[in-house]
């Protein structure tokens, strides 16, 4: 479990650096107003919400839990790193879609390997755990971002892709590599 533990950690972390810091960017970059980021981040929600509710089904039919968070923490690292080279608000619209993708898929999936991996009677213990690394995941970020979006407006999305795009490795190298060192 420490080896999901930590991809838990990256990827909140990640996408806490996103979600906390992004309007910074967008006002810096395209003049956001308040109402602007409010719907930014409406269609974010109304997006992911979308692919839980209709697409994570199917796609969880046809792939294993385990198979999941591989490629859509890459996609999320990449999808968020787009985001460095906006030139034009729509382009910030156009990625929403690939966020929503990635995060809604990855998320669920991950939470999902950390259950199984409990037996029934530490599932609600360890469930508890996730969930507090989750929220210290996401809480640094407002600690951090502040401060590198001093030295430079770009480096808290930067630190958003790179810590998931770490989440990702991290799933491939000690939680896949182990799981599969086990099954042999």
């Known amino acids: ?15 806490a650096f996103f979600t906390q810091f992004f309007q910074v960017l967008l006002i810096h970059l ?15 929600g ?10 994570l089904r199917p796609v969880s039919k046809r792939f294993r839990s385990d198979q999941i968070p591989g ?3 890459f996609g999320l690292a990449v999808a968020i790193g787009i985001n460095v080279f906006l030139t034009d608000a ?11 993708l990635f995060q809604g898929l990855g998320s669920p999936n991950i939470a999902a390997l950390v259950s199984d991996e409990a ?7 360890i469930m508890g755990i996730n969930q507090s690394i989750n929220s210290v995941g996401i ?13 430079s407006i770009y480096l808290p999305t930067i630190a958003a892709a790179f810590f998931t795009l770490m989440a990702g490795i991290s799933f491939h190298l000690l939680y896949k590599a182990r799981r599969n060192k086990n099954q042999t």
């Open 1 to 15: 479990l420490r080896n999901l533990f930590i991809t838990t950690f990256l990827a909140s972390l990640g996408f």
């Open 30 to 44: 395209f003049d956001f107003g308040e109402r602007d980021i409010g719907f930014f981040f409406g269609l974010v």
């Open 46 to 55: 109304i997006c992911i919400a979308i692919v839980q509710g209709v697409i």
């Open 71 to 73: 490629v859509t923490l």
């Open 90 to 100: 729509w382009m910030a619209y156009a990625v929403i879609p690939l966020i929503a």
């Open 119 to 125: 037996t029934p009677e530490q599932q609600g213990e």
């Open 139 to 151: 809480g640094l970020p407002a600690v951090l971002a502040g401060f590198l979006g001093t030295l």
